[in-house]
C-alpha cells in the first residue's frame, strides 16, 4: 500500500518533486494499460488490443504471425521481442524528443560513481546557452533530485521502489510532468546498476556510461553489454589516480575493446578536470543533432 | 536481479497474447535467447516460474533456445563464431567486428488451451 495517499499500492514507480511534499504520481507497470496519477485524480481507461474475431482453420496468418492446432492445445508463433512493450513506448518518446528538439541524455553507472555530481557540475555550464532538464532514477529518496533543484533547473524524481532500473513508461510520465522547454537538454540519471538498464531504451539520443577510478580497470569486459550499448564513456574521479592501482589506458583498451565506436572522456566532478573537453564536446552535439 | 522484471514482462506479453487469443491456461513458453543478448538463461528459467505464479502462465513448460554469437569482420568481411563483444578477425585479425547473431531477445512462442476443444 501506498503510505503518503493509501492507495491499494501495486508497488510500481512513484514520481516526486523537491520542495512539494503532498505531490506524488504513480507509474504503473503494466505499461499504458493502467495508469493512474492520483495528483489531479485522472484515471485513464485500461487500453486493451483491438477486438479481433476469428473461426479456427488449421493453420492461418493472424496479426502477423500463425497459429495451428496440437491436440487439444493451440501452439501460437508470435516472434515478439520481449522487450517490445517498453521499444515501442521508447520510440513514442523519442519523436516526441525529436518534435521539440529536445537532446536526452541517459546516465548510466554503479551505484557512487559520479553521476549526481557531474550533473551538478556540468550543467551550470551549460545551461548559460541552453535550458536543461533532469529527471533523477533511484529507488529511495529525492535526495538527487533535491541536488539538481538547488541549481534551479527543472527536476523530477523516480523513485522505483523495488525497480533496479528506468524504462521507458516512467520516462513518458516523467516528461508530462516535467516543464521542459523547447530546444532543450534532458539529462536522465538511471538508477545505479551496470545491468538492467542496458537493455531498456528509454527514448534517449545517447547513453553515457560513467565509471571511476576506484572501481577497477576490467569493469567494461565484467560489463560488456552496458558498455556495449553506450555512446559515450566518461571515466570519473581522476583526481584520485595517485591513490589507487588503476591504469587508464588499459581500461581504455578494455572499452574500446568491447566497442569500438566508444567517445571517452576522462574527468574529476570534483576538480573539475577534463570537463571543458566533455563540455565542448556536448555543445557540438547539442548543436547538431 | 534483473531477470525478475524482464520475467514479469515476458508472463505480461504471454498473458496478453493468450487472452487475444481466447486461452484459459498457457502450457508452453519458447524463448529465443542470444548468448550475447545480456541474460542468464538459467536465472531466468528460476525468475519466470515464480513471476508465473497466480497468472495464465502458472505451471507452463518454458524452452529457451540459446543461438550462438557470430561476428562479422568490418575489415574482410568474414562471419565466425564470438562468445563475447569483442573479437579479433581469425582471417585478417581486425578488431572490427559487428555481431551479426547472438543478440536475439524474443518470445518465440506460446501454447495456450482453450475451453470446450
Ligand atoms: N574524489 C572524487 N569523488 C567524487 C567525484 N565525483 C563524485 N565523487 C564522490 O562520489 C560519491 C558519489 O557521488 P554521486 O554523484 O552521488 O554518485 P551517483 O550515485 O553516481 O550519483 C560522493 O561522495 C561524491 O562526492 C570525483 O570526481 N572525485
Ligand atoms: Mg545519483
Ligand atoms: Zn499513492
Ligand atoms: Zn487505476
Ligand atoms: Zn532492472
Ligand atoms: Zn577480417
Ligand atoms: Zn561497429
Redesign the interface.
Do not use: M
Given at each position: 500500500m501506498c503510505d503518503t495517499c493509501g492507495c491499494s499500492g501495486d508497488g510500481g514507480a512513484v514520481l516526486r518533486k523537491p520542495g512539494e511534499s503532498d505531490y506524488h504520481v504513480h507509474v504503473n507497470?503494466?505499461?499504458e494499460k493502467h495508469l493512474h496519477p492520483h495528483a489531479d485524480g485522472e484515471h485513464r481507461d485500461h487500453d486493451h488490443?483491438p477486438e479481433?474475431h476469428h473461426d479456427c482453420d488449421y493453420m492461418h496468418d493472424h496479426d502477423g504471425g500463425h497459429?495451428y492446432h496440437?491436440g487439444?492445445?493451440?501452439?501460437?508463433?508470435?516472434?515478439?521481442?520481449?522487450?517490445?512493450?517498453?521499444n515501442l513506448l521508447a520510440e513514442r518518446n523519442r519523436g516526441y524528443f525529436e518534435a521539440r528538439n529536445i537532446f536526452a541524455l541517459n546516465f548510466l553507472s554503479s551505484p557512487g560513481s559520479g553521476k549526481t555530481s557531474l550533473l551538478e557540475k556540468i550543467i551550470p555550464l551549460l545551461q548559460q546557452r541552453i535550458p536543461v532538464a533532469v529527471i533523477e532514477g533511484d529507488q529511495q529518496t529525492t535526495n538527487d533530485a533535491d541536488r539538481i533543484h538547488a541549481l534551479g533547473v527543472p527536476v523530477i524524481q523516480i523513485n522505483t521502489g523495488s525497480?533496479?532500473?528506468l524504462d521507458a513508461l516512467m520516462v513518458n510520465r516523467a516528461v508530462k510532468e516535467l516543464d521542459i522547454r523547447d530546444n532543450s537538454l534532458l539529462c536522465i540519471e538511471n538508477v545505479g546498476?551496470l545491468?538492467?538498464p542496458?537493455?531498456f531504451d528509454l527514448g534517449e539520443a545517447l547513453k553515457v556510461v560513467i565509471i571511476s577510478v576506484t572501481e577497477g580497470d576490467d569493469k567494461p569486459l565484467k560489463y560488456?553489454?552496458m558498455?556495449?550499448e553506450a555512446d559515450l564513456c566518461i571515466l570519473n574521479k581522476i583526481d584520485l589516480l595517485p591513490y589507487v592501482e588503476f591504469d587508464v589506458a588499459k581500461c581504455r583498451e578494455n572499452a574500446m575493446?568491447?566497442?569500438?565506436h566508444l567517445e571517452w572522456f576522462e574527468v574529476s566532478a570534483t576538480t573539475g578536470e577534463g570537463l571543458a573537453q566533455w563540455q565542448q564536446w556536448l555543445e557540438k552535439r547539442l548543436l547538431h543533432h | 536481479m534483473h531477470e525478475m522484471s524482464i520475467a514479469m514482462s515476458i508472463v505480461d506479453a504471454v498473458v496478453a497474447n493468450a487472452e487475444k487469443e481466447g486461452g484459459v491456461r498457457i502450457s508452453g513458453v519458447e524463448l529465443l535467447v542470444g548468448k550475447l543478448a545480456g541474460i542468464e538463461a538459467e536465472s531466468l528459467k528460476f525468475c519466470f516460474s515464480a513471476a508465473t505464479k497466480g497468472t495464465l502462465a502458472e505451471g507452463a513448460a518454458l524452452v529457451i533456445e540459446e543461438p550462438e554469437g557470430i561476428g562479422e569482420c568490418g575489415e574482410c568481411g568474414m562471419r565466425f563464431p564470438v562468445t563475447f563483444y569483442y573479437a579479433e578477425c581469425p582471417k585478417c585479425r581486425s578488431l572490427r567486428i559487428t555481431i551479426v547473431s547472438g543478440e536475439e531477445f524474443k518470445i518465440q512462442s506460446i501454447t495456450i488451451e482453450e475451453e470446450g476443444e
Open positions: 507497470p503494466g505499461a488490443f479481433e497459429h496440437e487439444g492445445s493451440r501452439k501460437i508463433v508470435l516472434e515478439q521481442d520481449v522487450l517490445q512493450q517498453n525497480g533496479c532500473h546498476n545491468v538492467c542496458a537493455l560488456p553489454t558498455f556495449h575493446r568491447v566497442n569500438h | -
